[in-house]
């Protein structure tokens, strides 16, 4: 991310000093001099133009009725009213609270267990163990939310599933627990773990290795234990990675991850499981609510930007360090 | 470094082994009882609860599947996007990356400034479902490949790469009289393969794994791709509450479901060594130094 900055001293800048006729003059010669590079940029700028660029342009509509036959131009402008329509609906309170606890629980069990399980791989000393862990905890990250929803639907399937058996054997319960609103929550947090705590651990392990190793033979002579080590050498060693990791997984928060949850939703458990994503699908792909869902979603993102420069500014404020 | 002079250190090197094995053995387990239970009767399913070896080996869930029509359609219509789409985004990044390695090319900073912002800022699904629409690519392979064609992260990584190999081979290459072209094509490429290899696996694990794009842009079931396909069959029909679902759709015993599990999870596995070899080292210093 730091490119553009180093960028500022490259070469190409001197030649923008000379007189406008002689740079404009000089542009001719550039452009015939490097026409096959400009031909080779061409498809890859026209992508950008399109693909990236266009939506962009296309969330004018958020203020807009848009009308699919006026287009995105002809449609009429209507101001907030997509937004101030969206903060005076009864879905807005719900929406904000299921995406809430469901972020704030996946920082919460998530985020430190990965940190966890970083630290314990870190601790091992037995490299072929230590290899075959990691070889199979990051497989789940490379597995669709498909997969894992399907797997999740075999193992919790009613009466016969291994974990349906199993987890109502725990609680002495018979419920359906794909379907029940309480297990929503927990079910989802728990396929967050299987997938993704095993992939998490490769930033931090590769943090780990750059904390100083004389401090430990220092510590050890000075009598300090394992858990002390730890806790005074290795944790403080890693903290701006868990800070940079915390900042952006806080930025992150708003974004669920539409396929994990739109998969989990049945019509059972919408109450708690419609959150923003799923919801600017539902109001916008199914019911072609087009401008009041995407008026929902740019403020999603708006949120998610405040999001990450505020938990930026603070640990700027608290910590020093920061992302950016 | 005396680490295991303690007996307290001992013991915990002894309890966290176990743990992290567990760990390790919890990871693989659900693979193991659908893999089990793919070449298992129907009646064992239902009768044992867990099992990671069938008492009886039999192949019909795998055989009814590949006399499925919809499923064979959807497994070579998923191969054919994957491996089209893979290759439409190494050619899309590879000749955008090349000329912005270039730091006397003009223009190049504003690009890459409007590169790195479509990083952060993106339109969102809806407006992108409608450029899709407008374009005329629903129901079209298409829309699964080009709205993601370019991933932003990897072509500066790859930019990046290109910028550090020495100078010296291009300038020496010039000299022999080679194009541009030439020389992307010549000596850039092959000195980068490991790196687009990697790239490569990436893009097709991302591809062969993407349920959002189909599910978005095409509405006809007979374009489904496996991922689509594997959520129809799988999910019970009570849970299917949510559309885009055949309503003439009945739902499937319950073996079928272990098999198209596994065909759907198995290319991954097959790729992962190699996508693992690379990920740890190159993924990383290319991300830290871009």
Known sequence: MTAPVVEAKAPGRAASTPPAPARRRSFAVHFAHYKWLYLLLLPGVAYFAVFRYGPMYGVSIAFKDYVPFLGVNGSPWVGLTNFTDFFANPDFPRLLGNTLILAFLNLGIAFPLTIVLALLLNEVRLSVLKRTVQTLVYIPHFLSWTIVASLSFLLFALDIGPLFQFVNGLFGTNVDILSDPNWFRPLIVLQEIWKNTGWGTIIFLAALATVDQDQYEAAIIDGAGRFRRVWHITLPGIRSTIIVMLILAIGQMLNTGFEQIYLMTNALNRSVADVFDTYVYFVGITQGAYSYSTAVGLFKSLVGIVLIFGTNWLSKRFNQSGLF | ?290
């Not at chain 2, 055949?246 to 015993?253: A, G, W």
């Open chain 2, 1 to 290: 470094m005396k680490i295991h002079n303690t007996r307290g250190g001992r013991i915990f090197d002894a309890a966290n082994y176990v743990f992290l094995t567990l760990i390790g053995i919890i990871t693989l387990l659900p693979f193991v009882y659908v893999l089990a239970g793919s070449f298992a009767n129907e009646a064992e399913i239902t009768r044992r609860a867990f099992f990671v070896w069938p008492e009886q080996f039999t192949l019909g869930a795998y055989e009814y599947i590949f006399s499925t029509p919809s499923f064979t359609k959807a497994l070579i219509t998923t191969v054919l996007v994957t491996l089209v789409g893979t290759l439409v985004q190494l050619v899309l990044t590879v000749t955008m990356a090349y000329p912005l390695a270039k730091r006397g090319l003009r223009g190049r900073k504003l690009i890459l400034s409007l590169v790195v912002f479509a990083m952060v800022f993106s339109g969102g699904m809806i407006p992108t479902f409608l450029l899709v629409k407008d374009l005329g690519l629903l129901n079209s392979y298409w829309a699964l490949i080009l709205p993601a064609a370019i991933n932003p992260f990897s072509l500066i990584i790859i930019k990046n790469f290109f910028q550090e190999l020495p100078a010296e081979l291009e300038e020496s290459a010039k000299m022999d009289g080679a194009t541009e072209i030439g020389i992307l094509w010549r000596i850039l490429l092959p000195l980068s393969k490991p790196v687009l290899a990697t790239f490569a696996l990436f893009y097709a694990v991302g591809i062969w794994n993407d349920f959002m794009s189909p599910l978005l842009y095409l509405s006809d079931n007979n374009m489904w791709t496996l991922q689509m396909y594997l959520r129809q069959v799988t999910a019970a029909s009570d849970l299917l509450g949510t559309g885009n679902v055949d309503p003439s759709y009945i739902p499937p015993e319950q073996g079928i479901k272990f098999a198209v599990i596994v065909v759907a999870t198995l290319p991954i596995l097959i790729f992962y060594p190699f996508l693992q070899k690379h990920f740890a080292k190159g993924m990383l210093i290319g991300s830290v130094k871009g």
